[in-house]
């Protein structure tokens, strides 16, 4: 059973930084992309970032310049640094991962909780 399991979220004041990390069960040479998306209450759930398996990185326009995703593939993880947190970026983190091999395809983490105070 494949598995994406997230950890690192918390409380933190507005300018501070969380390190979130997505630890696959497997290697992540066997996802073509893994990435990280959030929904906060009441929004539906949206891609914050993505990384290829060769490196390449996307980010949705509101955390340009804040947020970082990467990949440790010796230890099967991957992470997003959020730096400069803002309020706005309180929610539920999620990792996806689409796997080159299946079915299923796609898979999603728990979730971690991500709450920025004013």
């Known amino acids: 059973q494949v598995q994406l399991v997230e950890s690192g979220g918390g409380l933190v004041q507005a300018g501070g930084s969380l390190r979130l990390s997505c630890a696959a069960s497997?290697?992540?040479?066997?996802?073509?992309?893994i990435g990280w998306y959030r929904q906060a209450p009441g929004k539906q759930r949206e891609f914050v970032a993505v990384?290829?398996?060769?490196?390449?990185?996307n980010y949705v326009d509101s955390v340009k310049g804040r947020f970082i995703i990467s990949r440790d593939n010796a230890k099967n993880t991957v992470y997003l640094q959020m730096n400069s947190l803002k309020p706005e970026d309180t929610a539920v983190y999620y990792c996806?991962?689409?796997?080159?091999?299946?079915?299923?395809?796609?898979?999603w983490g728990q979730g971690t909780q991500v709450t920025v105070s004013s």
């Open positions: 990384i290829s398996d060769g490196g390449s990185t």
């Open positions: 996806n991962g689409h796997r080159r091999y299946g079915p299923p395809y796609e898979y």
């Open positions: 497997e290697t992540t040479f066997s996802f073509n992309v």
